[in-house]
């Protein structure tokens, strides 16, 4: 079970601080580590520390920021290499655009920056401008991509498809069946290699020009699914 968790497990905020973990989420994310033997994954464009701190102190795998970190099941961080193409530099021009159209603001998470302007929608162009021309000048080392209020360039190669592939090669995900449910542009990555894998591909929220094979309308449709789902199997 790989799950993304913004705008899948829990509803999205104003800011991604504002976001926490409700007793109903935390009970349903133990229940099917439980019943799959350590099988369930977050997989999320948010830092690892991040996940860690909103997850604590339960002890599924984690994949942050789309897959450049991970933290599997017995505990163990890993982290790709990070490229230091010219960071110091992006976050100083983020910076100093989000100083000038208040209500944005970005995050640097490593290996990415996600720029947001949920609170500020009369800027999506501006935004859109200033992270185009950043990916411009920084291409070949960011990929560029667009989700609900927020642009993000992240580290060439980091994608959720790969971290999936690569956590379907070990346990204890090897030999099962992958179900990924994700609501964003990002998660479409991840959707082809799971029905490769004769998984379950689901896409909540908008489905036209979606990859996945199933829909949900809203974030408490994955939670019922999740419950009745869990409900057959653990009879
Ligand atoms: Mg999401």
């Not at 450049?68 to 100093?96: C, M, P, Y």
């Not at 929220?205 to 990859?211: E, M």
Request: glycine share 6%; charged share 25%.
């Amino acid at each position: 079970m790989f799950l993304d968790f913004d705008g899948t497990l829990v509803p999205l905020a104003a800011h991604p601080d504002a976001v926490t973990l409700p007793p109903r989420q935390r009970r349903l994310l133990s229940e099917c580590h439980a019943l799959w033997e350590g099988a369930v994954a977050l997989v999320s464009g948010r830092h690892l520390q991040d996940l860690e701190h909103l997850t604590t102190p339960l002890p599924m795998t984690l994949v942050g920021c789309h897959g450049a970190q991970w933290r599997t099941f017995d505990g163990n961080r890993h982290a790709l290499k990070r490229e230091h193409h010219d960071a110091s530099r992006i976050a100083t021009v983020l910076g100093e655009f989000c100083d000038r159209h208040p209500g944005t603001f970005f995050e640097d998470k490593t290996y990415a920056f996600a720029l947001h302007y949920r609170q500020a929608p009369q800027c999506q162009d501006a935004c859109r401008d200033i992270m185009h021309r950043l990916q411009q000048a920084h291409g070949r080392h960011y990929t560029l991509s667009e989700g609900k209020c927020l642009l993000e360039l992240r580290q060439a190669g980091c994608h959720k498809g790969r971290a999936i592939e690569a956590l379907l090669e070990t346990p204890p995900f090897r030999d099962r069946t992958p179900i990924f449910i994700g609501d964003d542009s990002t998660d479409e990555d991840a959707f082809p290699i799971v029905n490769a894998h004769n998984g379950i591909s689901i896409r909540v929220g908008k489905t036209v020009g979606s990859k996945a094979r199933y829909h949900l309308n809203s974030v408490e449709e994955v939670l019922t699914w999740l419950e009745s789902l869990l409900s057959t199997q653990s009879r």
